[in-house]
């Protein structure tokens, strides 16, 4: 017997003692007293019930593992930070581009993406310039834009609902900035390219705004603020 039922069995048999009590004495008080021994014995009895239900209920129930499947691996967390900068790095800037472009086809508006690369004017100082330089993009972007350090010296921008000629003016924006407020970097080349304009697909759109920043890099060597090429569409 589960011992969880003995005290309801206790109280059931000295509710019968009082009940057979009161019978042979005609006693009410005794009477009263049966019936609520009964009551609580009836009380325990459904308490054992219910926790020998819930016992079997677990001993029975599928493990996660068998309700879920394989188990899934942990995803890093996102955005993945760059150490020197704080900005999110390269591997957070291919998985930004395909859920904006994705984005700018539901809902049929521009999003165009831009690729920095910086001249520093030495190697000295070069960390300052790059750190500096992303606290002016954290500054001048709007809070909808993607702002990515992509390796040494270059960086990725996701410009949301913004088509190419937004681009251009951002890029021109930053080179003006960054000659005023940016000690470590001489100048800064650009590329951009445009959701639909220059493709439909976020690797399209990347791979022609790597094109317009090596042509820019081309152009812009030696002289200037830095070149701004914009990419070559479908159509040209």
């Not at 020197?84 to 999003?111: K, N």
């Not at 030495?122 to 960390?127: F, L, V």
């Not at 606290?135 to 709007?142: A, V």
């Not at 021109?172 to 390219?193: F, W, Y």
Request: aromatic share 4%.
């Amino acid at each position: 017997m589960d011992r969880r039922r003995l005290p309801g069995l206790a109280i059931g048999v000295t509710g019968l003692a009082f009940g057979l009590a009161a019978a042979a004495q005609s006693s009410r008080g005794l009477a009263v007293v049966a019936a609520v021994c009964a009551l609580a014995a009836g009380a325990f009895s459904m308490l054992a019930d219910r926790r020998e239900a819930a016992v079997h209920q677990a001993a029975v129930a599928p493990t996660p593992a068998t309700v879920m499947g394989p188990p899934v691996l942990d995803m890093p967390a996102a955005p993945i930070l760059d150490a020197e900068t704080g900005l999110p790095d390269d591997r957070y800037f291919g998985v930004a581009l395909e859920e904006r472009v994705a984005a700018a086809r539901r809902h049929l508006w521009p999003a165009t993406v831009l690729l920095l690369e910086l001249e520093p004017t030495d190697e000295d100082g070069m960390h300052a310039g790059v750190v500096e330089f992303a606290s002016l993009l954290r500054q001048t972007l709007r809070q909808s834009d993607v702002a990515c350090r992509l390796d040494a010296t270059s960086f990725g921008v996701i410009l949301e609902d913004t088509a190419e000629t937004g681009g251009v003016w951002s890029a021109e924006r930053l080179q003006l900035v960054l000659t005023k407020r940016v000690s470590g970097v001489r100048r800064m080349a650009a590329g951009v390219a445009s959701y639909p304009t220059h493709g439909l697909s976020a690797e399209t759109i990347l791979g022609r705004a790597r094109d317009a920043l090596d042509r820019a890099l081309e152009t812009s060597a030696g002289h200037g603020l830095g070149q701004v090429e914009v990419a070559v569409s479908d159509q040209n």
